[in-house]
């Protein structure tokens, strides 16, 4: 849907902004029941401002659903004297500048024009002046775009692209009706494929529809990352490709029970879910919403979740994916938070131990650190997390998962925390982190089932992980984890909010589930100087609990320990010199740039700021 804006000048010198829609989008029964977030646009005001007259700003967007209409006003006030001394002195503009005629209302009050008294405005009266603004969201990435532009400014995806049918297939530079059928994969004849699979494959899906229903109904001026239209392009990818259906077993969906939910969360945290069944919106925290079909969804992921747990580890398939929302590496005992409910993660584990597990191993690689799952098992001994993620000092969301966050009560080194010092991070810091930290310690722990808690927002064009992870990466981690508990291995979604990025990354490994083997060299990853660096702490740190990553320590350290941190004993010195004046640190000719930079940026701001 596209909202048009109307900005109107009327006789008064206010501004009024009016939106109305150009179209109303149709189609499934998820779309008509709730609104859509890319239905919604920011207000924006005329580039010019008043003075001496207070000007208001009226929004009025309106959404409609299945014939009712629901309408949100906001009123923003602007006073004149926050744009005192923005503009031109009178005395300097001549009455030969620009005539009357020439000029628009707008102009007039910007620029102080001083006309001769004698004129007469007395019959005058301003028209009203319509600027049309249109804006369009991109259905891969949600970066808003203007309505002259064909192509996502951000990602490149097509403003009417077929990712949503075919999923990441689909060209990204084309409309869907331009896509060549003939350049999609073949799908057998689901009939055929299902008879096959069931004989040839022992991989299976856990999904249902019913989680789409879970959206956020509050009109923002941006739609929420964590959207329904992450599952659906994985699912058209997969259909696509005659992977599911297909190739593998459908898991019949059910809700979780409350006693299982008891296993891992406080009663607070399954009231609180509960309760927003009777509510039409509701918020855990800013960032994470909820809906009268949000507990539903939540309860029919952590059964999916704990349902194909129990089927691996019984023999009854030998792997899985669970394509569910929302996510859960988040959701603490307590709390629902970072757009998680439940955590469908520490529910698969329990239900893996209640099915006979001794030992679970729960690998997470989503860019940001499952907090939640750390909480949950931080003192437990047969449950080990290890988990890599953006921190940046902690500066990173959720800013929980440091190196030296090893677990507590007994329990120290079974949370393995590998901690990225900066975005970008690659393939090859992943695999050289698997290589050297994570594989050592899982073949030492040698658990009996091996979750993934596969966030996909490390991946390539992510708009929240801005890193720079591929499907390969991904299929390569996966395929090294295979190895691990006789290949009893369940693949659970996390994040992941570029939709081109997700599709194609759970696909491949979805792919490596069912037996192919992925296209990536493993032994030639080098890391970058600062992963290389993440991992040497790491192993500093977990050496003291798992005697076998020592070898690998000092290996490493006496290769390439000096060029590792040569950055940080330059930055150290930095620091040093800080208490120096700014005119020694930097050079005169430096500082005198950057005061001339400053003093031009403010100028600037002055002449253009709206």
């Not at 597990?357 to 931080?378: C, M, P, R, S, Y």
């Not at 081109?500 to 979805?510: G, M, N």
Request: hydrophobic share 35%; net charge negative.
């Amino acid at each position: 849907m596209i909202l048009v804006q109307k900005c109107v000048t009327n006789s008064e010198g206010n501004e009024i902004s009016e939106s109305s829609k150009m179209s109303n989008l149709t189609g499934g029964k998820t779309e008509t029941n709730l609104p859509n977030q890319s239905e919604v646009a920011l207000c924006q005001d005329l580039n010019g401002r008043l003075d001496g007259v207070g000007s208001a700003v009226v929004c009025d967007y309106t959404c409609h659903n299945d014939g009712q209409s629901g309408e949100v006003s906001q009123l923003g006030t602007r006073d004149s004297d926050g744009i005192s001394g923005l503009n031109a002195d009178p005395a300097a503009i001549t009455k030969s500048a620009k005539h009357e005629s020439d000029m628009t209302l707008e102009d007039m009050y910007n620029a102080r024009y001083n006309f001769d008294e004698d004129d007469d405005d007395s019959d005058w009266e301003p028209s009203e002046k319509q600027i049309e603004v249109l804006r369009w969201f991109c259905v891969n990435c949600t970066m808003i775009n203007v309505e002259d532009v064909g192509n996502c400014e951000v990602c490149g995806e097509h403003r009417e692209s077929g990712i949503l049918r075919h999923g990441f297939f689909a060209s990204p530079y084309l409309p869907e009706e331009d896509v060549n059928q003939d350049e999609l994969p073949v799908t057998e004849d689901s009939e055929d494929s299902c008879k096959q699979s069931s004989l040839s494959s022992s991989t299976a899906i856990g999904f249902d529809e019913r989680m789409l229903l879970h959206t956020e109904v509050v009109l923002k001026s941006h739609p929420h990352p964590e959207r329904p239209d992450r599952l659906r392009t994985i699912a058209a990818s997969l259909a696509t490709a005659g992977i599911f259906p297909g190739k593998c077993h459908p898991i019949p969906a059910r809700e979780i029970t409350r006693e299982e939910l008891q296993m891992i969360h406080s009663e607070e945290n399954i009231e609180a879910v509960d309760n927003t069944k009777r509510m039409h919106a509701s918020y855990f925290t800013p960032d994470t919403y909820a809906n009268e079909y949000s507990a539903c969804a939540a309860r029919l992921a952590a059964g999916l979740c704990a349902d194909l747990a129990s089927a691996i580890y019984s023999g009854c398939v030998k792997n899985g994916f669970a394509l569910v929302r929302p996510p859960g590496h988040h959701a603490g005992v307590k709390q629902a938070m970072g757009f998680c409910l439940h955590n469908n993660a520490a529910i698969a584990a329990s239900a893996a131990q209640a099915a006979g597990a001794k030992k679970v191993l729960i690998v997470d690689w989503d860019v940001h650190h499952g907090n939640g799952t750390q909480e949950i098992f931080e003192r437990s001994k047969s449950v080990l997390y290890i988990s890599l993620h953006r921190h940046e000092g902690g500066r990173f969301y959720p800013g929980t998962g440091a190196a030296d966050e090893v677990g507590s009560m007994g329990a120290e080194g079974y949370c393995v925390n590998i901690p990225w010092s900066r975005g970008g991070v690659s393939d090859n810091d992943y695999i050289f982190a698997f290589e050297q930290v994570v594989l050592p310690i899982a073949l030492d722990f040698n658990p009996d089932f091996t979750i993934i808690s596969a966030g996909f927002d490390a991946a390539r064009g992510d708009p929240l992980g801005c890193c720079d992870v591929t499907p390969a990466g991904y299929a390569s981690m996966t395929q090294m984890l295979s190895a691990l508990s006789g290949g009893k291995l369940l693949v659970i979604l996390e994040g992941g909010y570029n939709l081109r990025s997700i599709s194609s990354s759970a696909t491949a490994v979805i792919k490596v589930l069912l037996g192919e083997s992925p296209v990536i060299d493993i032994d030639k990853a080098v890391p970058s100087k600062a992963g290389l660096r993440s991992v040497l702490d790491v192993l500093k740190i977990q050496m003291n609990f798992w005697p076998t990553l020592e070898a690998n320590f000092t290996k490493l350290h006496s290769k390439w320990g000096s060029y590792a941190f040569q950055d940080t004993r330059e930055q150290s010195k930095k620091r040093r010199r800080t208490g120096l004046p700014m005119w020694w640190r930097l050079g005169r000719k430096r500082l005198l740039y950057r005061i001339l930079s400053k003093q031009l940026r403010a100028k600037s701001s002055c002449n253009f700021s709206c």
